[in-house]
């Protein structure tokens, strides 16, 4: 029987691991080849942000879940504690007596293998099957299998392919800076995304397909309008603009529902609606979008804050708050009396800005007769007394 095993932290995992291990699989036709995430990985620290074992453990699943000759192994996750690579080989060994193992690497492990604890011991139970990880990695890879060979009688088993590009460190870079979904694995980035793992941000095309699939059509030329403003009074003020467009996509994305389903919303996430709120759907949306965004896409305080008062405004708003409630009133689809000298003054003066988009809002309440929320009078007596 022929075992193949490739591990590492696979942290996340990206379609460059996927690829290796396909290639193992080609080049030894293994009975079994194993998938293994480390619980603790002994020769590196796991970068901040990075998720608990276990999660790691299913990103890893799903990034193989198109590859049904691959088996992905909890045996690490299970024994706990460090995870050496020198137990997990005799475990093997051990469950499988006589069993042809080898230990699939990249070049990086091979030349720091003899640091590995227990590196002898390794080379004793398996064979080693290395794979070059950049261009001219074959002189090196074969220097050191020759010297392994003769000072330790290593079985070594040289993979000759295409060098393997993209390192996990170089995924997470681009998951906190909105990019990777088209690199990632579709489930594998999702599932990022939604627990926020990495301190990843959703990158904002990925984001607007998704979430303009809850809309209207007839709502997608506002919420884009918003967005962009969004983005361009964050570059005014100094927010985040990748956030300030993050929220602009979320912020209508329950405003379709019925009073019915924004319930049954409210229900699922343990809201309670006021009497204002039950009696105006206009005002429920804001709130129930605001946690639909953080179970779907796992949005932050700040950015689920801006959506959860996108409408009626509070007393001391964020900064952010203060961007997305204008950006809402003032996105180029808008058209009402008032609405440029708003425009101007929310670049200007973002706090005048509020004002008058406030006052603005509460004539527009009376005028229909409808009594005004209590968190935008709040909002209005807040900033209209010695905050401009």
Same mark, same amino acid.
């Given at each position: 029987?022929?075992?193949?095993?490739y591990?590492?932290?696979?942290?996340?995992?990206?379609?460059?691991?996927?690829?290796?291990a396909r290639?193992?699989?080609e080049a030894?036709?293994p009975?079994?080849?194993?998938?293994?995430?480390?619980?603790?990985?002994p020769?590196?620290?796991?970068?901040?942000?990075?998720?608990?074992?276990?999660e790691?453990?299913?990103?890893?699943?799903i990034?193989?879940?198109g590859?049904?000759?691959?088996?992905?192994?909890?045996?690490?996750?299970?024994?706990?504690?460090?995870?050496?690579? #020198?137990?997990?080989?005799?475990?093997l060994?051990? !469950?499988?007596?006589? /069993?042809?193992?080898?230990?699939v690497? =990249?070049? +990086?492990?091979?030349?720091s293998?003899?640091?590995?604890?227990?590196?002898?011991d390794?080379l004793?139970l398996?064979?080693?099957?290395?794979?070059?990880?950049?261009?001219?990695d074959?002189?090196?890879?074969?220097r050191?299998?020759?010297?392994?060979?003769?000072?330790?009688?290593?079985?070594?088993?040289?993979?000759?392919?295409?060098?393997?590009?993209?390192?996990?460190?170089?995924?997470?870079?681009?998951?906190?800076?909105?990019?990777?979904?088209?690199?990632?694995?579709?489930?594998?980035?999702?599932?990022?995304?939604?627990v926020r793992?990495?301190?990843?941000?959703?990158?904002?095309?990925?984001?607007?397909e998704?979430?303009?699939?809850?809309?209207?059509p #007839?709502?997608?030329?506002?919420?884009?309008?918003? !967005?962009?403003?969004? /983005?361009s009074?964050?570059?005014?003020? =100094?927010? +985040?603009p990748g956030?300030?467009?993050?929220?602009?996509?979320?912020h209508?994305?329950?405003?379709?529902?019925?009073?019915?389903?924004?319930?049954?919303?409210?229900?699922?996430?343990?809201?309670?609606?006021?009497?204002?709120e039950?009696?105006?759907?206009?005002?429920?949306?804001?709130?129930?979008?605001?946690?639909?965004?953080?179970?779907?896409?796992?949005?932050?305080?700040?950015?689920?804050?801006?959506?959860?008062?996108?409408?009626?405004?509070?007393?001391?708003?964020?900064?952010?708050?203060?961007?997305?409630?204008?950006?809402?009133?003032i996105?180029?689809?808008?058209?009402?009396?008032?609405?440029?000298?708003?425009?101007?003054l929310?670049?200007?003066?973002?706090?005048?800005?509020?004002?008058?988009?406030? !006052?603005?809002?509460?004539?527009e309440l009376?005028?229909?007769?409808?009594?005004?929320?209590?968190?935008?009078?709040?909002?209005?007596?807040?900033?209209?007394?010695?905050?401009?």
């Amino acid at each position: 029987m022929r075992i193949a095993v490739y591990g590492g932290s696979f942290n996340p995992p990206h379609p460059a691991h996927v690829r290796a291990a396909r290639l193992a699989y080609e080049a030894l036709q293994p009975d079994k080849l194993l998938i293994i995430p480390a619980a603790d990985p002994p020769h590196k620290q796991l970068a901040e942000g990075s998720p608990d074992p276990q999660e790691r453990f299913e990103l890893t699943r799903i990034a193989f879940r198109g590859f049904p000759e691959a088996e992905v192994s909890d045996m690490e996750l299970v024994r706990g504690g460090e995870s050496y690579t #020198s137990d997990t080989v005799a475990e093997l060994a051990a !469950e499988y007596p006589g /069993a042809e193992i080898f230990f699939v690497i =990249g070049t +990086d492990m091979l030349t720091s293998f003899e640091r590995w604890h227990n590196f002898r011991d390794i080379l004793a139970l398996s064979a080693l099957a290395v794979l070059p990880r950049d261009e001219g990695d074959m002189p090196e890879i074969e220097r050191c299998s020759r010297r392994f060979e003769e000072l330790y009688g290593a079985r070594i088993r040289v993979i000759d392919v295409a060098p393997l590009p993209m390192s996990s460190s170089e995924m997470r870079e681009l998951l906190v800076s909105r990019r990777g979904a088209d690199v990632l694995d579709g489930e594998v980035y999702a599932r990022i995304i939604r627990v926020r793992d990495y301190g990843a941000k959703p990158q904002l095309d990925w984001l607007r397909e998704r979430a303009y699939a809850y809309l209207k059509p #007839s709502r997608v030329p506002h919420v884009a309008g918003c !967005e962009q403003e969004a /983005a361009s009074l964050a570059r005014r003020w =100094g927010e +985040d603009p990748g956030d300030a467009a993050e929220a602009g996509i979320l912020h209508d994305i329950t405003k379709k529902l019925s009073m019915d389903e924004q319930l049954i919303l409210a229900e699922k996430y343990g809201i309670v609606f006021d009497k204002f709120e039950r009696e105006n759907i206009k005002l429920t949306h804001a709130i129930t979008g605001a946690a639909l965004s953080r179970d779907l896409f796992g949005v932050p305080d700040r950015i689920y804050s801006a959506i959860r008062w996108h409408t009626t405004g509070r007393a001391d708003m964020t900064l952010l708050e203060k961007i997305i409630y204008l950006a809402d009133y003032i996105e180029p689809t808008r058209d009402f009396d008032g609405v440029e000298r708003l425009r101007k003054l929310a670049y200007e003066n973002i706090d005048s800005a509020m004002v008058l988009g406030l !006052e603005m809002s509460l004539e527009e309440l009376r005028q229909n007769g409808i009594e005004p929320h209590g968190a935008t009078v709040s909002a209005l007596e807040w900033y209209g007394k010695d905050k401009v």
